[in-house]
């Protein structure tokens, strides 16, 4: 069975900074390109930050560049999203998806989702 779990969310300030862990199981991720995505209430899915399987690119909207960093630890089997100068707006239930489509095209989810974590930044 495949898998996906994310784990990392919870309460932050304004300013502050969160690690988000997506840690598969069932498959090994590192043979996919893997993107993180978010939902905001009513409002749509986004991605907002892939990394790429083939040579690790890894791609940002411009709504999280230079504040977010994915990451990948194979030992683990598990993608990092490190959140930092967290603002109001990143509150969002954040989700991770493997085989994504991961480029200057854009960020997609295929084929593996993981049910998500809740991230609230406080004012």
């Known amino acids: 069975e495949v898998q996906l779990v994310e784990s990392g969310g919870g309460l932050v300030q304004a300013g502050g900074s969160l690690r988000l862990s997506c840690a598969g199981s069932g498959l090994t991720l590192d043979e996919y390109s893997v993107g993180w995505f978010r939902q905001a209430p009513g409002k749509e899915r986004e991605g907002i930050s892939c990394?790429?399987?083939?040579?690790?690119?890894?791609y940002y909207v411009d709504s999280v560049k230079g504040r977010f960093t994915v990451s990948r630890d194979n030992a683990k089997n598990t993608v990092f999203l490190q959140m930092n100068n967290l603002k109001s707006e990143d509150t969002a239930v954040y989700y991770c998806?493997?085989?994504?489509?991961?480029?200057?095209?854009?960020?997609?989810?295929?084929?593996?989702w993981g049910k998500g974590t809740l991230v609230i930044v406080s004012s």
């Open positions: 990394i790429s399987a083939s040579d690790g690119s890894t």
């Open positions: 998806s493997a085989d994504t489509l991961c480029g200057s095209s854009g960020i997609y989810g295929m084929d593996y």
